[in-house]
């Protein structure tokens, strides 16, 4: 399967604490996305990190990408009871075009006020 | 408002009763997508669209159809469903296609179907 894996699967922090979860995926990608699903609801898309980059920020978000390892991790600063939900990675592999994007398991994140 | 609309968004049905579950995007956005998501198993691609009329299967695309007459709509039809297509699905829907396409995908809400 070319699914990416998040690690670890749950994680529970206090508000005010940083969560860092990890992708690992197999194949040569095109980019990296990585999105956010609250209970219930669809996908919300955080951040893309193209093949040629190292690191992106949005806001408290920080997304790093070592392609010599093949893995992604996505840092959440100062987390808030908000950020509660699920994290998926999607990989786009480069031999598909972009056209298929492969989402991992998922990591829950709940985040304790 | 810019977004992706599925009806219905629950639906419980018997095996072998045909359904369809409808798709919308307002974004003119060239590139939808159809995605089955199940316990332990994350979100799997069922199919996917490039365009009008361009239509091509993703990694589970055994048991289902697609159509894209037009742009905006996206159905995804059960010819005769089974137990096992039970499960949570989404429709998304991104700007562009190819390589030059790295752009994040807008999901619906999602459809949770039950087969009986």
């Known amino acids: 399967s070319q699914q990416g894996e998040e690690d670890p699967q749950a994680l529970s922090i206090q508000e005010g604490e940083n969560a860092t979860m990890n992708c690992s995926y197999k194949t040569s990608i095109n980019n990296l996305q990585w999105y956010r699903q609250n209970s219930g609801r669809g996908l919300v898309h955080l951040i893309l990190i193209r093949s040629n980059e190292r690191e992106k920020h949005s806001g408290r978000l920080r997304v790093t990408l070592d392609t010599s390892k093949k893995s992604s991790s996505l840092l959440i600063t100062a987390s808030r009871a908000a950020d509660t939900a699920s994290y998926f990675c999607?990989?786009?592999?480069?031999?598909?075009?972009?056209?298929?994007?492969?989402f991992g398991t998922g990591t829950r994140l709940t985040v304790i006020p | 408002e810019a977004q992706v609309t599925q009806n219905p968004r629950y639906l419980i049905t018997v095996t072998g009763k045909k359904l369809t579950v409808t798709c919308s995007q307002n974004m003119n956005h060239e590139y939808m997508s159809w995605y089955r998501q199940d316990p332990g198993l994350g979100l799997r691609q069922i199919y996917y669209s490039m365009n009008v009329e361009v239509t091509d299967k993703g990694d589970v695309p055994e048991g289902y159809k697609v159509s894209r007459k037009e742009k905006r709509n996206f159905p995804l039809i059960l010819e005769s469903p089974s137990p096992n297509q039970t499960s949570l699905y989404f429709c998304?829907?991104?700007?562009?296609?190819?390589?030059?396409?790295?752009?994040?995908?807008?999901f619906g809400d999602g459809t949770r179907l039950s087969i009986l």
């Open positions: 999607a990989t786009a592999p480069y031999q598909t075009g972009a056209n298929n994007l492969f």
């Open positions: 998304a829907s991104r700007k562009g296609v190819g390589l030059r396409a790295g752009q994040p995908q807008h």
